[in-house]
């Protein structure tokens, strides 16, 4: 069992009155200063813009600023002292101006500066705000906190959450876990509060393992199972990870977590428990709860914990177990551990649980499924047909399920079964559903209906405007009437769950059908649909979901359909990138075999069938296609059909060429810009993914020759507590296959290698001119910039900054900088108040980050007007990879990859050039 972290040292901190340096209290009145030099600034041109003629409607009479007078400044400094208990500013512009005001400096240290003096300078300046909390005393809401964070850095860690707490107690109200409740529920969001070193954290925490719990049990707020609170949560958990030992007072929890029945919870808790010794026995245990979540949580948690002592218990639990789901996972469990599966599947037990099954009342709603007209299967090792019993049983109980996820046992009896067998199956219970969800009433209902209803209507006066004739009414009246669904399947949609299991790309393109055709009328159905394609293994079902997450007309479904692709990832194991490689659509073009099967790096094809005749449509190294008849001669476009050739067929080709051209068109850009992340991000493939996912497929193979690469070999580094990529060979691949260095001598590649793309930042510069020269030589037309680029790195003082300050105050207009920016892939921020905005955003979904240029503003809809770029600097995005709210907290720039830093100090140094350059004045030309 885990034992309780070393006893701590109780922390006082300081009392009494503490002198303020000298050099804080200057640093203080500079920057009041120059914070009123800038708002009288604003002030006059915002009285100007006021008194013009043709003032907007919303410009409001501007508020004439002050200079912070000596009598508040002194009230200040004797509150920081600590010679005063209270501060009450007595003009908003001090608050005002400390917003605005840039870090402290060097001075705003240990020793002369004490821990105590920094919280009460973020309480008078506005950074540090209190609010009632009930009987919880005051809450902490640490709104700017960079300079308590330059502070952490020049204490070189003396002091950690403990230490803050005691001394934020010092205010009024604030009670000892204020700050660990702040602490939680800031690092749960878009915000980042005292993101220190795991020494800093735990030792709070440990003394207040209550707010822990209260995360856990959702006292803390908000509910448990609402984004909010997954995310309360994650924290909360991370925070147990920092801990040398787990804590005892927490450890039962997590045991009631891991083997619970939230299914949130679970994994989480048992990564937390991963510390814990003799996990074993009592996980076993659990496999004899009453409960069948417990049970199931158990057999699932045993497989992953890869112990082979636990498959007697597990054999035996599935003797003992009459739940279809948990034997399902308890056969998971055995396989995953090595355990020979077969025996527990009892085809002639099957039957006669089948038999028993078939005589209970059906489900109610299922009569349209006919049982006697199920296609047959036949089992794979005896060739045998499955008794049809057994097949409507599996179709009943799939009913009953009501879930789309394939059921483990009925899974695994499949799989035994002819996959031809299995995928005609799911086409018909496809097709038979669609069928029944979409059912409309018969011709005759319909022609009564709209017979009486256009006899009535027609004596309006608006009828016989709109219509020409009455019959022309009734017309559009039947049409109407006969689209209307009487019927729906959405409660036999577990019947999908065999679909999923078996379905084929024509179940795909069935469901692909009725998305297009009913995604405004049916939700729920396309719902259980997407569900289905996310399970069917077939990359045409990966590719259809990807495609609804990303471009669908619904945001409903595009956000349903991106839940899945996650979770696809998720349980095959891959990232997001993973998974859009190797779904990568290929428009129908293939290569040609070699003798082993493998795809040959020749020109990619693909054949378009007239019937009597065909054409061969052939992508050539720069992605254009090429079409020759059947004797090899070129044609600029497929022929009109001939008397012999079959229309439907003709049809089909000149369909298959457009959606080829268009998926060549579409892939083409967007595989450049995620090349283009990929080199920014560093991004390495294994060698075999590489191979397989890119210079082999047809459309992105020629877009590989494009670029340079390099083999690295990946290594820990412990220093770095990271990896560390060290160079072996730079290379570009050939259109016949090969791999050429810069010198065109041959590359070979191991397989314990990683692939990457080349960078300024990665290359020595007689390597990088080197191969600048080989793309000229061979006239190659790179893809976007690699070489040539500005290494930019980040100076020691640096390191924890969070903006690039460089470009400040260079000059330009907001047409030029939009113009500049959309061509270099950034886009427009997010508008605020009176349609303003004052940032352009590129972001990097891969990272979960995204790069800001801040300048000096601009409205909606936008004028030409002089504008100033002010600093870059990056900030997180969303699970779901959308940019957050705009005071999301900026990251330190140490965290960004170089050549991300890099490449995007070049595009704003591209952006600055479009302008005048550097303006002194600039604070007066901008806008704000």
Not at 588 to 608: E, I
Not at 619 to 638: M, Q
Not at 704 to 720: G, I, Y
Not at 835 to 859: H, N, Q, V
Request: charged letters at 25%.
């Amino acid at each position: 069992m885990p034992s309780d972290p070393p006893n701590l040292s109780p922390y006082t901190a300081v009392a009494g009155v503490v002198p303020f340096p000298e050099a804080g209290q200057q640093a203080l009145l500079e920057a009041f200063a120059k914070g009123y030099v800038r708002a009288r600034l604003n002030y006059d041109r915002q009285l100007e813009q006021f008194n013009a003629p043709d003032r907007p409607v919303w410009v409001s009479e501007p508020h004439l600023p002050e200079p912070v007078d000596a009598d508040t400044l002194q009230a200040l400094f004797d509150y920081v002292s600590g010679a005063s208990r209270k501060f009450t500013p007595m003009r908003r512009e001090l608050r005002l101006y400390a917003w605005n005001m840039e870090p402290l400096g060097d001075w705003f240290a240990p020793p002369e500066v004490h821990l105590v003096q920094v919280v009460r300078i973020a309480h008078a300046l506005g950074h540090l705000d209190l609010h009632a909390n009930g009987a919880r005393g005051a809450a902490l809401w640490w709104k700017k906190s960079h300079d308590l964070d330059a502070y952490y850095r020049r204490s070189r860690g003396a002091f950690g959450l403990r230490e803050l707490s005691a001394a934020a107690q010092t205010l009024p109200g604030v009670s000892p876990a204020a700050l660990g409740e702040a602490w939680l529920k800031l690092n749960s969001g878009f915000h980042v509060f005292c993101d220190w070193d795991a020494e800093a954290i735990w030792p709070y925490f440990d003394e207040h393992l209550e707010l822990l719990v209260s995360c856990f049990s959702g006292e803390m707020g908000p509910a448990i199972n609402s984004h909010q609170g997954h995310q309360l949560l994650a924290t909360a958990f991370r925070v147990l990870g920092m801990f040398p030992t787990l804590p005892e007072g927490v450890v039962p929890l997590m045991w009631e977590y891991a083997l619970g029945e939230q299914k949130t919870m679970r994994a989480p808790a048992q990564q937390v428990l991963a510390r814990v010794a003799d996990k074993l026995p009592r996980v076993m245990a659990s496999l004899h709860e009453g409960r069948q979540a417990i049970r199931a949580a158990a057999a699932n948690w045993l497989g992953e914990l890869g112990d082979p002592s636990a498959i007697p218990s597990l054999r035996e639990a599935f003797l003992n177990e009459k739940q279809e789901v948990v034997k399902g996972t308890l056969i998971q469990a055995l396989d995953r551990l090595g355990a020979d599966v077969n025996e527990f599947l009892d085809r002639a037990a099957l039957l006669q649980e089948a038999r028993k099954g078939l005589k209970k009342k059906r489900p109610k709603g299922s009569e349209w499924l006919l049982l006697e007209t199920l296609p047959e299967l036949f089992w794979s090792d005896t060739g045998q047909r499955v008794e049809p019993e057994i097949v409507g049983w599996w179709v009943l109980q799939s009913v009953v399920r009501k879930n789309i996820a394939p059921g483990p046992l009925v899974q695994r009896y499949l799989q035994l079964c002819r996959p031809g067998d299995v995928a005609r199956l799911a086409r018909f219970l496809l097709a038979s559903w669609i069928e029944e969800d979409t059912r409309t009433p018969p011709v005759s209902e319909v022609a009564e209906q709209a017979g009486r209803e256009a006899r009535a209507l027609w004596t309006q006066p608006w009828a016989r405007e709109q219509y020409a004739s009455e019959q022309e009414l009734y017309k559009s009246l039947f049409n109407e009437h006969s689209s209307h669904c009487v019927g729906s399947a959405i409660g036999q949609k577990g019947v999908l769950s065999l679909v999923a299991i078996g379905g084929d790309r024509e179940c795909v393109r069935l469901i692909e059908q009725y998305l297009r055709k009913w995604f405004g009328q049916r939700l729920a159905q396309c719902k259980a649909l997407l569900e289905v394609l996310a399970w069917i293994d077939d990359p045409v079902a990966i590719q259809a979901l990807i495609a609804v997450s990303t471009r669908f007309r619904t945001k409903s479904l595009q956000k349903v359909a991106a839940g899945h692709v996650q979770s696809l990832a998720e349980r095959r194991g891959w990232t997001l990138d993973e998974l859009a490689d190797r779904t990568l659509p290929d428009g129908g073009f293939t290569r040609q075999a070699n003798d082993n099967g493998t795809p040959a790096l020749t020109a990619a094809r693909m054949v378009l069938d007239y019937g009597p005749r065909s054409f061969i449509v052939t992508l050539t190294d720069d992605l254009r296609l090429r079409i020759a008849n059947s004797d090899g001669k070129a044609l600029k476009n497929l022929p009109a059909a001939g008397k012999q050739d079959d229309p439907e067929l003709v049809k089909m080709a000149k369909k298959s060429l457009s959606e080829a051209r268009k998926t060549v068109r579409e892939l083409t850009k967007r595989q450049t810009e995620r090349f283009y992340e990929a080199l920014c991000t560093q991004r390495t493939w294994s060698v075999a993914d590489w191979l397989r996912d890119l210079r082999m497929h047809p459309i992105v193979g020629p877009l590989c020759t494009r670029l340079v690469w390099m083999a690295v070999r990946v290594t820990k580094d412990d220093e770095k507590a990271g990896e560390s990529m060290e160079v072996v060979r730079v290379f570009r691949p050939l259109e016949d296959g090969s791999l050429t260095d810069h010198e065109d001598q041959p590359v070979e590649l191991t397989p314990e290698l990683k692939i990457g793309l080349a960078h300024t930042c990665s290359l020595p510069q007689e390597l990088e001119q080197a191969w600048i020269e080989h793309l000229a030589d061979y006239d190659v037309q790179p893809l976007f910039p690699q070489f040539n680029r500005e290494a930019w790195s980040l100076t020691p003082e640096m390191l924890h900054a969070t903006d690039v300050m460089t470009f400040q105050g260079h000059m330009l207009t907001t047409f030029r900088l939009r113009s500049k920016a959309n061509r270099l892939n950034w886009t427009r921020g997010a508008v605020q108040d009176a349609g303003s905005f004052w940032w352009y955003a590129k972001p990097f979904p891969s990272l979960r980050l995204e790069a800001r240029l801040e300048f000096t503003g601009s409205f909606v809809p936008e004028e030409d007007i002089p504008a100033a770029l002010r600093s870059f600097y990056f900030v997180p995005l969303g699970e779901d990879a959308q940019p957050v709210a705009w005071d999301a907290a900026k990251l330190p720039l140490s965290r960004v990859p170089r050549v991300l830093l890099s490449e995007i100090f070049a595009d704003v140094k591209s952006i600055a050039a479009e302008g005048t350059g550097f303006d002194p004045n600039w604070e007066q030309r901008g806008l704000w």
